[in-house]
Structure formats: C-alpha cells, structure tokens
C-alpha cells in the first residue's frame, strides 16, 4: 500500500482500477494466475524477450543501411543488453511465481519499479534513460499482449484514469459512466481541468507529480477528492475505512439535496442570491436541479470543445436560446469567449485558424487571451454579440467581458454592442436595448480602480481564479507553486472588499464567480463582506446556500472584521476553518 498526496480538486471518494492514460492509451489489466500456470507465463515472458530482441535486432539492420539514423545504433545494443539482464528476469520472473502475477503485469510493475528508481536518483544520466526503459516496456507488452489495446472510448467496466495530465477538453468529454475519478501529475485548484471535474462531480486529486509512473494499469486505487490523497493498492483496513467515508460523505450530500430550494436567506433575512456557473448547455438543467437562481457565469468557449469548425452566429444563439428558455424569468449572464492561457488553445490548430496567436506565445497567461484575442479577430467578437442581443430578446441576459485590463477595452467593446443592436434593429431582429453589459473584475488594474468602471458598467463579477494568479503572480495550473495560490492571500481580500465596496457606494451589483465562492471556506467571509451574489459550481450550491442559511448578516460582518486582522494567508484560513467548523459541523467533510 503506498499513499501519496497532491491538490484536492474535486470532492467525493472513488475506489476502482487504475487505468493508465499513456500515449498509447492503453491499459494491462491486472490479472492473477494459478499454480499450474506459473510454468507456462515463464515460457510467455521468455518468448516475448526473445521476439523483442529480434525486433530490435531487425531494427537495428534497417537503421544500418539507412546512413542517417546510424548514431541510434548503440542505443539498440543497449536496449538488448537491458532485455537480457539477469536481475529484470530475476524480478519478472519472482512476480510471476510469488505474486502470481500474469507476465504482462508483472513486467509492467518491474519495469515501473526501475523506472521510479531511476528517477529519483536525481542524475540526468539516469533519468534520459527512462525513456528507454518505457520503450522496452512497450516492446514486451505488444509481444505478450499483441495489437490488442484497450482505449477510452472502449471502456466496459469502471476505472479511475490516471494521466501526466488532462486537458479539460478531454475531462468534458470523459464517459461518465465508466469513469468514477482521476489523478493527475501536473494541475491546480483552479485550472480549467479542475473546474470541470466538480462540475461532473469526478473525485479527483492533481499535482501528484509522479503518479502515472508510480501506479500501473490494473493497480487498485482509491481517490480522497477531498483531502487531495490517492491510496495505491490499499489494504483491507484502509479499504473498509473509505469505504465507510464514502458512505458518509454520500448521505452528507443527500441531506444537503434535500434542502436545497430553501432560499438562502441570513437568519435576519438578508437575501442572497446564489446562481451557477456553467460551461456546456447541457449543464443548464443542473441550475434547477440544484437550487441555483439563474446563470452567473456560462462560460461559452467550452461551445468550442468538439467541434472542428468555428462556432458560427447561429450556434451561438441556439445554445443561448436553450439557456434561456430552460431558466425562464431567471438572469443568465453569459461571457464572451475567454480563449487563451489554459484554456483551449489548440483550437487554432484543431480549426485551421491561421493567426498563430495563441499557439506561440512565450508567455499565453498574459499574452493574446479573451479579449485580446476579439481584437485581432473582430468577426468572431461581431458573431458573438450579435447572438447575445438575440437571446436578450428571450429571456433576462447579460453579458459579461472577460479579462478586460483597462477602460479602453469595455468601451471598445460597448461600441460593438451598441452598433450591432443598431444593425439587428435595421433588420428587423428582436433583442432588448437595456440588456446590462458588465465585465469580470480578474486583473488587479481594475480591482485596484474599480470606481473608473462604474460609468460604463452595468455589473461586475470578481474571477478570484485570475484575480488570485495575477496578483500574486502564481501560475494557477502549477502544482509547483500551487503552496503560493492561496485566495486567502490578504491582498486578494483587500481586491475583493474594494470592488464590493464601489458596487455598493455606486448601487452596482457585484458577484463573486471566481472558485472562491464555491469553497465553503469563504462563504461567510464573502457574506460578511457585504457580497449579495454568489456564482458557484452546481454541486456546491446547496452547501452554499446552507452556509449561508446559518448565520446573520451582522455575525457574518464580525468574520470579515475579524479576517481582515490577519497578516497571513494561513491565519486567515485557518481561522475561517475554525469559524465554519462552528456553523457547519459537518464541514470535515471537505
Ligand atoms: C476566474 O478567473 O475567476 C473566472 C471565473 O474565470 P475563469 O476561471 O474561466 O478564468
Ligand atoms: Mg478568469
């Protein structure tokens, strides 16, 4: 049993088999064998060593009679030497006959076995050799195994994937069925990936660093989304223990469910509004479901995932249109595309965009994101607007800018509004002149100035996700300095109380979008601070909503009071940990 420990990204438990999502895809199920098979899997291993040599052999002479490849000679000599050493077949071999372990996982655990050595002995020498022991890896399981793979798409059983790392188009369109959870080397609390994890309720855990070569197809695992733990092959014990954390964690929901349209209102009858964050239309009926007033955030570049062509004006209003029409009388703020830094930058690729943009910038985060991105692309802005005006006509719209940095680009962007009403009103097309247009406030520069907006924005929403990276100026997709992302961080609240207090001063309404809002933890700290707004994950809306539900307006200030003493972040969380263990006992839950 091993426990390793990474970035909780999304909450609940999962036990299952792992299934390694390598470049291959494929997967070497963990299969055991009897006695009287032992003699016969020896035979399997050392046929499938001799087929491999020859291979390389073969290899080795194609590559001899073509001059250009001659330098990868010796690599091929070093791959038989590796094939023949006594001390891999001395530990294939114990795995087969003391584990009995079929011979494809056990060469599949051996050679995991040297790998993870080799890279923790920290020499270069040594790690460039991983690559080779990947490849003799390869070479054994295609002769014991064949061509047969088994890919994603062919999932007949569940499984818990396990990846250097997802992209978040690959996490929206995870089989959910089969799928139960993941773990990742690379990742963030924050990053894309993770925020459609809990929206599909996948427990997941990030940032492990080196879980896809510390844990081999077949392995058992179990996924702790909450406290950020994977546990390898877990013994009885520890197996019953998640087990019945599970199940407590299952019934925890299903109270919460059950009281999920009771409007959160403070116990002294402070109205909160709790909306939901969206990215795929098909999330629309979870706002309902969940108890959430209305759309806060629907982030339309996930429209983009799965598509190979650019989505035109009308695929635009049509996902709008079954937005709005699904949530009648209730707001639906939808956001211009938001393309760039993490999030689907390879669609230019994918689409054959020729504006190389996004694919070669040094820098994405701060380079041609959103709505830097509309300016070089006008006609992408042009059909976005115009399908926006056209659902304001249906329903209560807004619509919201992301990553604005400076005036000049809202007012840009309201004179593309306003020309392009212009030009709907002249064809006759029905949309609503007072539809609001307000921007998210995720750039330090605005935060800080925020009263220099109020003319010319109808609302704002803080993007806590951006905010806290460009403040800090922390990578939110590092697991490397995942330690320093903290929202916690006193100038991020100093940010947040500023804009909540000009929206109140200039009687703008102001939300919280950003994953702040969804984290139970600052909840009553958001409240206390005088947001009215909450746009939230739908699975944490009735945890939300409870929270809130807890306490009075006035105690809710005392935290803020309190919160804004601390110099730290850790302070700070550790004291609203403490805060929400006396409002929501149940909270050890996440
Ligand atoms: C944010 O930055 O907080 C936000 C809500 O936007 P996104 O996560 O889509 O960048
Ligand atoms: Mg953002």
Redesign the pocket.
Known sequence: MEILKGIAVSPGFAIGEAFILGSEESVIPRRFISVDEIDSEFERFHAAVEKAKSDIRDLQEKVKADEIGYEAVPIFDAHIMILADKSLHEEVLNRISKNRFSAEYAVSRSLRKYEKAFSKMGDSYLAQRISDLHDIERRLLRALLGERKEDLKQLNRQVILVAHDLTPSQTASMDREHVIGFATDVGGK?G?TA?IARARELPAVVGLETVSSDVSSGDTLIIDGNRGIIVVNPDEKTLDTYRRLASDFHNFEVSLFSEKDIPSDTTDGRKIRVSA?IEFPNEIESVTNMGGDGVG?Y?T?FLYVGSETVPDEETHFQAYKQAVAALPDMKVTI?TL?LG?D?FFHLERDMGMDDKSLLNEKNPVLGCRAIRYFARHPQLMKAQVRAICRASALGKVNLML??ICCREEVEKVREVVQREQEALDEEGIDFDPDMPVGI?V?VPSVAITIENYMDLCDFF?????????YTIAVD?TNEHVANLYRPANPAILKLIQNVIKAGEDYGKPVSV????ASDPTFTLLLLGMGLKHFSVSPPLIPEVKKLIRSISYPEAQEIAREAAGYKTAREITSFLHNVLRKYQPDWSFN
């Open positions: 924050t894309h925020i964050n955030l982030r570049e956001r938001d830094a999030k992301p990553m998210m995720e929403s803080i993007g806590t996700n951006d905010l806290t990276q939110r979008c950003g994953e702040m």
